[in-house]
């Protein structure tokens, strides 16, 4: 009697490897757009910014009859010239717009971001009758371009003979509703209620809780809303352009507006508006070079451990 016995196939293992569902496919596809179009926005508008000031950093290098002729973006060889022609324009006026521009930024950079950031933290750390209201219109003080209050504003200095001055320039530069707005979201996100609330039962007044407790803690956001004054007020072309009639008092944008306009008559003048508009940035990248280790430092410093 022989008995038979079945053989059991063994299973076969693939080597192939598992397909990804169709689902997860799809959402690989889409985030690789996402991102392809993200990226893509960010290279136009690098190139927005970046380009205009490339372009100005070989125009410096050129004569007129070289910006508007041959490459946009090669090198010429008369930077040096056109660096002296300016300083020396006018027994130098340039040097006195931009000790102007200087002068008017940086007042209200720090004055006003100081100012700025008191309101600031009144709005958020006290609590007082028509605090709403006053914020309120703040808030509407945002929405108004700058453009829209400069007739206002002339009637206002003109009515007390404060026209044709430095205060013309410097007082509106100390009032910007946006700085009291971002010193508010400053102070209610990086100054604790509790480290103030301590500072008070030790004995601190509100001025001493404000500036040996609240300011320092609040350094940060200072420096930035500086920074937005600094910038702002540099590039204030509209206010100055109404206020002052004296060319000593102009700032480097209104200066260059001037020569600007008299490049129809004598083409010459285009060299110095480049070598003007060259040489006030450089206040700026300075700016930024200098406070750029206060953005980095944390913002939270110092909060309740």
């Not at 010429?76 to 930024?105: P, V």
């Not at 940086?106 to 008191?118: P, Q, R």
């Not at 040996?212 to 004054?229: D, E, R």
């Amino acid at each position: 009697m022989t008995a038979t016995l079945d053989t059991v196939d063994a299973p076969t293992v693939s080597t192939e490897p598992p397909t990804a569902p169709p689902r997860r496919r799809r959402a690989r596809r889409r985030s690789g757009g996402a991102a392809l179009t993200v990226n893509g926005l960010l290279i136009v508008g690098t190139a927005y910014m970046v380009l205009p000031l490339l372009w100005l950093v070989f125009a410096v290098t050129k004569d007129a009859s070289g910006l508007y002729s041959g490459d946009a973006f090669s090198i010429g060889s008369d930077f040096f010239a056109n660096m002296s022609r300016l300083l020396t324009q006018d027994d130098g006026i340039f040097l006195r717009w931009l000790a102007n521009s200087i002068l008017y930024a940086g007042a209200g950079a720090i004055i006003g971001g100081f100012v700025a950031l008191m309101a600031g933290y009144a709005f958020d750390k006290f609590i007082f009758k028509g605090s709403r209201p006053l914020y309120a219109l703040v808030l509407v003080g945002v929405l108004i371009p700058n453009t829209a209050t400069v007739i206002p504003l002339y009637l206002l200095a003109a009515s007390v003979g404060a026209t044709n001055t430095i205060w013309a320039v410097l007082i509106p530069a100390f009032c910007n509703p946006f700085s009291v707005y971002l010193a508010r979201v400053f102070s209610a996100g990086y100054l604790p209620n509790e480290v103030l609330e301590a500072a008070r039962v030790d004995g601190a007044g509100p001025i001493r809780t404000f500036l040996q407790i609240g300011f320092p803690m609040l350094l940060p956001g200072f420096v930035t809303i500086a920074l937005f004054q600094f910038v702002g007020v540099w590039n204030n072309f509209m206010l100055p352009l109404i206020m002052l009639q004296d060319r000593s008092l102009f700032p480097s944008s209104v200066g260059i507006a001037l020569w600007q306009s008299q490049v129809q008559q004598n083409p010459d003048f285009s060299t110095l508006v480049i070598a003007g508009s060259f040489l006030s940035i450089v206040p700026l990248v300075v700016a930024f070079v200098m406070l750029q280790r206060f953005w980095r430092a944390g913002l939270s410093a110092g909060s309740v451990k």
